[in-house]
């Protein structure tokens, strides 16, 4: 039983356009969320979380929303540039952080 | 700091094999995590040890794994008579409190041939 779903394997976009990941969670005790984002031969580097007491959190060209009575999170990233090509995982925990769900990762193009 | 360093990078053992991993975790960080990756998915945790007391393990760590962290700063993670189903990217990872990103290392990948 997959706790942390990434239905969308790849994505691809244009430069400058929105990017919008999803993930779907089951599990109603995960209280953080966190996205990593991979590029390959590296480890996974920590793009941004939320708190399940909050429905969105912004940095800069990154923004996640959180939809906890659909278990629902979704990453957007605007506009998009060629360098946000990567893998995307969305992560869940709950009571601590570093000990995290993952899901099986969206990956990104952007295209020039 | 350069961060979370693992050794090595990379390991092709034949099976049967013990193989050991190396992992230095940031500093500072007292937190210190094992996940296994292999492809087409997201990382799966295996275990965690706050300072030099291990805290957690997965029910995916069978008993031909072990993972120490001595002196609260390094950690190791054994593989005994390892499998072909072993193989995959082994992370680690760590942090300082309890709701706060973890930073993960350059992975350690091991092919069991």
């Known amino acids: 039983d997959q706790q942390v779903k990434q239905n969308s394997p790849s994505l691809s976009v244009q430069e400058g356009r929105i990017s919008i990941l999803n993930c779907d969670y089951t599990n109603s005790m995960f209280d953080y969320f966190l996205w990593y984002k991979k590029y390959p031969a590296e480890g996974p580097t920590f793009l941004i979380s939320i708190s399940s007491i909050k429905d969105k959190n912004e940095d800069g060209r990154f923004t996640v929303f959180l939809n906890k009575s659909a278990k629902h999170l979704s990453l957007h990233i605007v506009p998009s540039q060629p360098g946000d090509s990567a893998v995307y995982f969305c992560?869940?925990?709950?009571?601590?952080?570093?000990?995290?769900?993952f899901g099986d990762g969206t990956t990104l193009t952007v295209k020039p | 700091d350069t961060g979370v360093s693992q050794n090595p990078r990379h390991k092709i053992t034949k099976r049967g094999q013990n193989v050991t991993f190396r992992c230095d975790p940031i500093?500072?960080?007292?937190?210190l995590y094992w996940y296994r990756q292999t492809l087409g998915q997201g990382p799966e945790f295996l275990t965690y040890f706050q300072n030099e007391a291990q805290l957690e393990k997965s029910r995916l760590l069978s008993d031909r794994f072990s993972a120490e962290r001595p002196k609260g700063s390094f950690s190791t993670l054994e593989i005994q008579r390892t499998e072909q189903g072993d193989s995959a990217m082994y992370l680690c990872a760590s942090n300082q409190q309890r709701n706060t990103e973890a930073f993960f290392g350059q992975g350690t990948r091991l092919t069991v041939v």
């Open positions: 992560a869940a925990s709950y009571g601590n952080a570093g000990k995290s769900t």
């Open positions: 500093s500072e960080h007292n937190r």
